[in-house]
């Protein structure tokens, strides 16, 4: 057995103790463990590492702008130790074989754990079920990606077990409120919170699956998911960025920023447990690809930088500890029924070590992504100083001390 002892967050509380882990997975908690492998934690307080259930490792066919192993090294760096990979790769993951191309890159290249998400177009057959983490449905267009037609989606689902996570803004909405748009207050409009809350509500009529909403912009459909059992997720850009910000380009994502007044609401609702889960749909461009406002492609980076901006925002009054760890790390962990998020007997011992004196200024400089640039330049993060997958120590130090391929496909079949 090895043993880690320091400071650990369990069950709302900093308490001091030992846990033994056999196998990668926490077998005791105790007051005093001894154990072949043993790490005492002095400074910072001990977490369970993030699990970030919305990411786009551009893997493969858009590699320029990432890979799994930039994307999986920058998520380490911020904490995080399993991510949830979305379909809209070249080719996209809508077959068995676009899985499993995907799976043996991911297995070659990632630094931490991972899922597969797998693109939910039609009817699929039960074995896909088993073999996939998760399933997502586009309710609008996107980078790489046509969306379904809607009227097709009770069917589609009808058979599904696992999760499915949908990209839920109306098309049709989205149509009819096209206009050229020139600036985020005009990419906002273009894509108004409506067409949010209309597609929430027609998935309220389905019978069946409880839908996971991704990236909400509005809280509205915060509510409206409520009344209808799904659950949701946040990006920290749609919480700590706005429209009215002299972002350019690189705030421009779909669904788009909203205005100062709704990220404040959106932060409330996070703070009183209205929002499940905090993820980061990290999705990298390039530089030269968000050179022009018009043409840019939407979607901005975040694996890196999620963790720390909440930390930082325990710092800074907005979140309580006990909110970040259920909406960063026990929540997604139950949402994919994995056995991560949390630090207790069975559960992996994904861990990280955070002193939470440690603010410093976010600088692309200092991040891993391939595309070198971040939405959050200069604002304040936390990062961690160590990183522990499964009891194997990933990063010490602020270093990595671990190599590609380290990381291990979980399908979510328990
Ligand atoms: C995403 C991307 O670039 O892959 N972009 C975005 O603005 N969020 C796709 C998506 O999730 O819509
Ligand atoms: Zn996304």
């Known amino acids: 057995m090895d043993v880690i002892e320091g400071k650990f967050f369990i069950d709302g509380e900093i308490k001091t103790a030992s846990i033994g882990i056999e196998n990668g997975k926490i077998v005791k908690i105790a007051k005093n463990l001894t154990g072949e492998k043993f790490y005492s934690i002095e400074e910072g307080t001990i977490f369970p590492s993030m699990i970030d259930i919305h990411v786009h490792m551009r893997d493969p066919g858009f590699t320029w702008k990432e890979d799994f192993e930039s994307g999986t090294l920058s998520a380490l760096h911020g904490g995080v130790t399993f991510i949830l990979d979305m379909p809209n790769t070249k080719p996209p993951v809508d077959s068995i074989e676009n899985f499993r191309t995907k799976l043996k890159i991911a297995s070659k290249k990632s630094y931490i ?28 267009e996107t980078t790489n990606i046509k969306p379904v037609n809607y009227l097709l ?7 599904i077990e696992k999760n499915i996570t949908v990209h839920a803004e109306l098309q049709d909405c ?17 894509r108004p919170e409506s067409c949010e809350v209309s597609a929430v509500r027609y998935l309220g009529d389905i019978r069946g699956p409880k839908f996971h909403i991704a990236h909400v912009s ?15 997720e946040v990006t920290p850009h749609h919480l700590f960025l706005n ?10 994502v779909n669904p788009p920023l909203r205005s100062s007044f709704i990220s404040e609401r959106l932060r409330y609702l996070l703070s009183n447990g209205n929002i499940d889960v905090v993820s980061s749909d990290h999705s990298p461009h390039t530089l030269e690809e968000k050179s022009d406002f018009a043409s840019a492609p939407s979607g901005l980076p975040g694996v890196e930088t999620s963790l720390p901006l909440l930390f930082q925002a325990y710092r800074d009054s907005i979140f309580s500890l006990d909110t970040i760890v259920k909406v960063s790390m026990e929540n997604p962990g139950k949402i994919l029924k994995i056995p991560k998020g949390k630090i207790a007997p069975g559960y992996d011992a994904d861990l990280i070590v955070v002193k939470l004196s440690d603010s410093r200024r976010i600088r692309s400089k200092d ?3 391939k595309c070198g640039w971040t939405p959050f330049e200069n ?5 961690p100083r160590k990183v522990f997958i499964r009891g194997e120590l990933a990063l010490d130090n602020f270093e990595e001390t671990i190599e590609p391929g380290f990381g291990l496909y979980y399908s979510g079949n328990r």
Do not use: C
Request: charged share 30%; aromatic share 12%; net charge negative.
């Open 113 to 140: 754990d991972y899922g597969i998400a797998y693109l939910l177009q039609k009817k699929e057959e039960k074995y896909v079920q088993n073999e996939v983490t998760s399933f997502k449905i586009y309710m609008s």
């Open 153 to 159: 989606i009770p069917e589609i689902v009808s058979d």
């Open 174 to 190: 989205i149509d009819n409120n096209k206009r050229e748009s020139k600036d985020l207050i005009m990419h906002d409009m273009s």
């Open 218 to 232: 509005s809280p509205d459909t915060v509510d409206l998911s409520k009344i209808f059992g799904f659950t949701t």
């Open 243 to 252: 429209r009215e910000m002299d972002l350019g380009a690189f705030g421009k």
């Open 367 to 369: 991040l891993h992504y």
């Open 379 to 383: 604002l304040w993060g936390i990062f």
